[in-house]
């Protein structure tokens, strides 16, 4: 007798009841592996760890469905899936291998860190990219230690890799390392070393960035220093980033803005007017907004006003609005009421209507 009877399961309504046991009841079919694949594609977006057990069981058949079972266990990111995805980097199929790296980085469990240390240097490039973004995102207290083992590593994309997964776990025992890889013979390394002293923002890390801002051979990495140095936030620091203001590189003067903007100091409100009026970047205009609205600079009141009305970017715009609501300026009340009624962006309107009220009520 069939396990459905004549019909086949709807796995779709399955899905939106987040029924697991009757998505778990799919697995069991080897007939029909369309319907079991849509039902383990259910389970990796439900995300249960109810569902672990059965897909490990299914992935065990080495169906057809197997890409999808592994992708499903990343997704729900239980650790007992680690074991499994551990065993499938020796397989020989390198697709599955860079399945596996994929989703054991959704995972960090016990060993995962070497694992994908190991998977940086597969044969097939695919696995290697794919084990490297992998491996810049794992997180989690217990793989600080493997991280900072790596960041020693020959491989110099094992060293990015383990330098970016470094600063997001904002553990203080990765300082001292990553101020070591300051020095490191590639200039990404160094880049991405401090860029995370920056996210961990740890006062033992300023000298050594002013260092590195000062002498570094590599425009990059001397940005990377001071925008770490703004986001530290010590006065040190000052001297060092407005000597930047004087580079010919757009890139360090903007960095320089942007830094000392964080710091609070009022010499960055003419860089900062230049970032919102000639920069291309989005991340960094809207940034040079907001630290203006922070510092209630006068002189950047014409400037806001026209990233309120001219710029090309919503997230700009609606950081204008707010930046101006901040001034508590009278001369914003025409561009706000003006963006009121005719920006096409809603959180633009939105934030105007606020900044509007924020000024009414000074």
Not at 278 to 306: N, P, T
Request: aromatic share 2%.
């Amino acid at each position: 007798m069939p396990l459905f009877g004549s019909t086949k399961p709807n796995v779709e309504k399955l899905k939106t009841n987040r029924d697991v046991q009757g998505l778990v009841s799919v697995l069991r079919s080897k007939k029909d592996y369309g319907v079991r694949t849509r039902a383990v594609v259910a389970l990796g977006e439900i995300k249960d760890a109810r569902a672990v057990p059965a897909l490990l069981a299914a992935l065990g058949d080495k169906g057809p469905d197997r890409m999808q079972i592994i992708a499903a266990l990343g997704n729900i990111g239980d650790e007992s899936a680690a074991e499994a995805l551990a065993d499938l980097m020796d397989d020989s199929s390198w697709p599955i291998r860079e399945a596996a790296a994929g989703s054991l980085g959704k995972i960090s469990g016990k060993g995962t860190v070497e694992l994908l240390v190991r998977a940086c240097k597969d044969e097939q490039i695919e696995v290697r990219r794919t084990a490297k973004e992998a491996l810049s995102a794992v997180s989690g207290a217990g793989v600080v230690d493997p991280l900072i083992k790596a960041l020693a590593d020959k491989a110099v994309g094992v060293r990015r890799s383990a330098a970016k997964a470094l600063g997001k776990t904002g553990d203080e025992r990765a300082v001292r390392p990553l101020i070591t890889a300051l020095g490191d013979e590639d200039d990404v390394v160094r880049c991405l070393s401090a860029l995370a002293l920056g996210l961990i923002a740890d006062k033992r890390a300023i000298e050594p960035l002013i260092v590195t801002l000062e002498d570094d051979s590599s425009w990059r990495t001397r940005e990377s220093a001071a925008l770490a140095l703004g986001k530290i936030g010590d006065e040190q620091a000052v001297e060092s980033l407005l000597s930047l203001q004087n580079e010919r590189k757009s890139a360090l003067r903007e960095a320089s803005a942007l830094a000392l903007g964080r710091l609070g100091d009022k010499r960055s409100v003419e860089p900062l007017i230049t970032i919102l009026r000639e920069s291309r970047s989005d991340h960094k205009r809207k940034e040079a907004v907001q630290l203006l609205g922070e510092l209630r600079a006068e002189q950047a009141l014409g400037s806001l006003c026209l990233a309120l009305s001219r710029d090309r970017n919503a997230g700009v715009r609606e950081a204008a609005a707010l930046s101006l609501g901040k001034t508590g300026a009278k001369g914003a009340l025409n561009p706000l009421n003006n963006a009121i009624e005719k920006d096409k962006d809603g959180g633009v309107r939105q934030a105007a209507t606020l900044a509007l009220s924020m000024i009414e009520d000074i």
